[in-house]
């Protein structure tokens, strides 16, 4: 559980005995000095004697733009502002934009591989939305929007996992429509679940390799004695491994019906009690749909769209998990709890999908989310 007390400034130099590690007591803030931003403190670290400013190893490090700019610019990034839209109200150039992107995705991607370890996770759904980015070869897929491994379809899907019971975004990975994307969804999201979790998609066909192939167990046969070459060992589910699909069958465009189809581990699933859908990632879908403007840029070339998108997608995964409270999670607080904060009396206490899934206890400021530091992962105790 991550609590505001663990915002601590880890001594940055390497050759330190200390380094990175946090709250050991051998950080202390020595002086002020006054940014664009406002006041900064600059710490020293007792055990090697470096001084560094409270910005290291954070986007803001570095930067002479007030830190409020690059904020509000990230968060434009997040409204469905597009680029050209964001230089005009800011007065900055796109490359300056695109750079701080980068700082905030390498930070997002910090704080997944932090917080996003053994989640206790019981379902998952998956589905991969969008082809954001027009391609002259996106006419090269099948007419059920499947394309080949083979094929060149430059069309861009985000590919979500996400954990319905604490609405946290799981894993997210930008690439094309085929197998091997599937397996990489899929590769990310055993990574950070504990178990073996059901799993829910819509009919694409190839989530049950991809599943197979994080989750299985491998049947050898015994020797029987016979003559000829031994039967080669054969990869099997995972005995605990749950998939359904939810089959949309659509005529004209339209929706017709809607059907179940148990693709394994139908006894398990009964047992679990589990209803087969994928409804709240859909709901998630047309979140990033008013999340992210599309990418389309004439002079990028394509791996570029794709980097560019991938770096907005991982950033909008840390921000919904830590610091935009869901609606649906939201909990009564309770009579003593309810302190009067001016006229308003607040009943609800808002809630993130990390708070949900308990990897942390509060909402997280944008700028927390810009500046929050981790210890080395093996430092840590895996409740950390
Ligand atoms: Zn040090």
Avoid at 57 to 63: H, K, M, P
Avoid at 364 to 381: C, D, G, N, V, Y
Wanted: glycine share 6%.
């Amino acid at each position: 559980m991550r609590t505001s007390k663990d915002w601590g400034h880890p001594c940055p130099n390497h050759e330190c005995s200390h380094y990175k590690l946090m709250n050991r007591g051998n950080v202390s803030a020595i002086s002020t000095y006054l940014t664009n931003s406002g006041k900064r403190r600059i710490f020293c670290c007792k055990v090697c004697g470096r001084q560094f400013s409270e910005t290291r190893e954070t986007v803001f490090f570095d930067l002479r733009t007030p830190e409020e700019k690059v904020m509000m610019a990230l968060k434009m990034l997040l409204v469905r502002v597009d680029l050209a839209g964001i230089c005009f109200v800011l007065g900055t150039t796109e490359e300056t934009v695109l750079e701080w992107l980068r700082r905030a995705a390498h930070q997002a991607q910090k704080i997944n591989d932090h917080l996003l370890r053994e989640l206790p996770v019981t379902q998952v759904q998956l589905d991969e939305m969008w082809n954001f980015i027009g391609r002259q070869h996106s006419a090269q897929s099948e007419p059920r929007g499947e394309s080949g491994d083979s094929s060149e379809d430059g069309r861009q899907w985000i590919w979500i996992s996400y954990a319905p019971e604490f609405r946290l975004m799981l894993a997210a990975f930008v690439g094309s429509r085929t197998l091997q994307s599937a397996c990489t969804l899929i590769q990310m999201t055993a990574a950070v679940v504990k178990g073996v979790p059901a799993f829910f998609s819509d009919g694409l066909r190839s989530y049950l390799p991809a599943l197979v192939a994080a989750y299985h167990q491998t049947r050898e046969f015994a020797r029987t004695g016979k003559r000829g070459r031994p039967r080669k060992p054969v990869r099997e589910p995972h005995p605990d491994l749950v998939y359904a699909q939810i089959v949309k069958v659509k005529e004209g465009g339209r929706l017709k019906h809607l059907h179940e189809r148990i693709v394994c581990g139908g006894e398990r699933l009964t047992q679990l009690g589990f209803s087969i859908s994928t409804s709240l990632i859909e709901r998630l879908n047309l979140t990033l749909r008013h999340a992210l403007a599309p990418l389309v840029r004439k002079s990028w070339s394509f791996c570029k769209d794709r980097e560019q998108m991938r770096r907005r997608v991982v950033f909008f995964q840390a921000y919904y998990n830590f610091a935009r409270p869901h609606l649906s999670l939201c909990t009564k607080l309770p009579r003593r709890e309810q302190v009067k904060a001016g006229i308003i009396r607040p009943k609800w206490k808002q809630r993130t999908p990390g708070m949900a899934a308990g990897l942390t206890n509060h909402v997280w400021t944008f700028r927390e989310l810009l500046t929050a530091k981790f210890e080395p992962i093996h430092f840590q105790s895996i409740s950390g």
